[in-house]
């Protein structure tokens, strides 16, 4: 690809998490080539811009894009190239781009994807954790109650799972993983590519000690291993442990408590615990 201009179409462009030497000479030329660029913020990608030295004109595209915006990007497709690019890493990761690839398909323009960072594979290979099989799950809620259900549903897959989270809100969330997943192997990546990267492994719990009161600063992902390969309790086995903890706690902490060490689903020990407290 060449820096003249582009064929008319939707350009997803992959841009640098942090270090611009991972902007790929093909991305660089797409956004020179380009007859517009779609950004979440404007001031970031700015920088990038004058980093190309690409002089392409900006304007916004992000969660407050309208429908009727969007129908206006998707009709200058016909005859501009537009590329969409998000303040770091792949476009459609956790942000709205999705709409705007299939309205453009569902009007039959053409889309084209330069691929290159992604902080979610980037992290997978630091962990060193099973990379076969894995869950992207972006963003736990903030609030605990849904954060905790966010947590059951994907309690159970086999699977290695990664998500998004910021510095302040990173103590509670691998506290509700500990306890809504059990003591799984882990690690919390940050800064990927940047100046202090960093990636810190180790139990859910051993995670849980080092941040309780020490929250990173910059971007992170967590990664949590997938769940030991065991059979899953047998109701007696469940009762028996039960029994145990319900003598000390109340049923919902002793079904946390019980469905962490035998690996059930949370909601299958809760259950029974409030059959055995009756």
């Given at each position: 690809m060449?820096?003249?201009?582009?064929p008319?179409?939707?350009y997803i462009v992959a841009?640098?998490?942090?270090?611009l030497g991972?902007l790929?000479?093909?991305?660089?030329n797409?956004?020179?080539?380009?007859?517009?660029?779609?950004?979440?913020?404007?001031r970031v990608t700015?920088?990038?811009?004058s980093?190309?030295g690409?002089?392409?004109?900006?304007a916004n595209?992000?969660?407050?894009?309208?429908?009727?915006?969007r129908n206006?990007?998707?009709a200058?497709?016909?005859?501009?190239?537009?590329?969409?690019?998000?303040?770091?890493?792949t476009?459609?990761?956790s942000d709205?781009?999705?709409k705007?690839?299939?309205?453009?398909?569902?009007a039959g323009?053409?889309?084209?994807?330069v691929?290159?960072?992604s902080?979610?594979?980037a992290a997978?290979t630091l962990?060193g954790?099973?990379t076969d099989?894995?869950?992207?799950?972006?963003?736990?809620?903030s609030?605990a109650?849904a954060?905790?259900?966010?947590?059951e549903?994907?309690?159970?897959?086999r699977a290695?799972l990664?998500f998004?989270?910021s510095g302040?809100?990173?103590?509670?969330a691998?506290a509700?993983?500990?306890?809504?997943?059990g003591?799984?192997?882990a690690?919390?990546?940050?800064?990927?590519s940047?100046?202090?990267?960093e990636t810190?492994?180790?139990?859910l719990?051993d995670?849980?000690?080092?941040?309780?009161d020490?929250?990173p600063?910059g971007?992170?992902?967590i990664?949590?291993?997938?769940p030991?390969?065991?059979s899953?309790a047998?109701?007696e086995?469940l009762?028996?442990?039960?029994?145990e903890?319900?003598r000390?706690?109340?049923?919902?902490?002793?079904?946390?408590?019980?469905a962490s060490l035998l690996?059930?689903?949370?909601k299958?020990?809760?259950?029974?615990?409030?059959?055995?407290?009756?």
């Open positions: 060449t820096e003249d201009r582009l008319p179409g939707l841009t640098p998490i942090g270090n991972d790929s000479p093909r991305a660089a797409t956004l020179r080539g380009a007859d517009l660029v779609l950004a979440e913020d404007k700015a920088k990038l811009l980093h190309t690409a002089r392409t004109r900006l595209y992000n969660d407050h894009t309208s429908e009727a915006e206006a990007i998707v200058r497709l016909g005859s501009e190239a537009i590329a969409l690019v998000s303040d770091a890493g476009p459609l990761i709205p781009g999705y705007l690839v299939r309205a453009a398909r569902e323009h053409d889309v084209h994807t691929p290159g960072p902080a979610v594979i997978l962990a954790l099973p099989r894995f869950l992207f799950a972006g963003f736990l809620p609030k109650k954060r905790t259900d966010a947590i549903e994907v309690s159970t897959i290695t990664v998004f989270e302040p809100r990173l103590a509670d691998i509700a993983l500990r306890e809504g997943l003591d799984r192997e690690a919390v990546v940050r800064e990927i940047k100046l202090h990267e810190v492994t180790g139990s719990a995670l849980v000690e080092r941040y309780a020490k929250p600063k971007e992170i992902v990664v949590v291993g997938p030991p390969e065991r899953e047998s109701d086995e009762d028996l442990a039960l029994d903890a319900l000390t706690q109340s049923p919902s902490r002793a079904a946390a408590e019980v690996n059930v689903p949370k299958r020990a809760y259950a029974r615990a409030l059959e055995r407290s009756k």
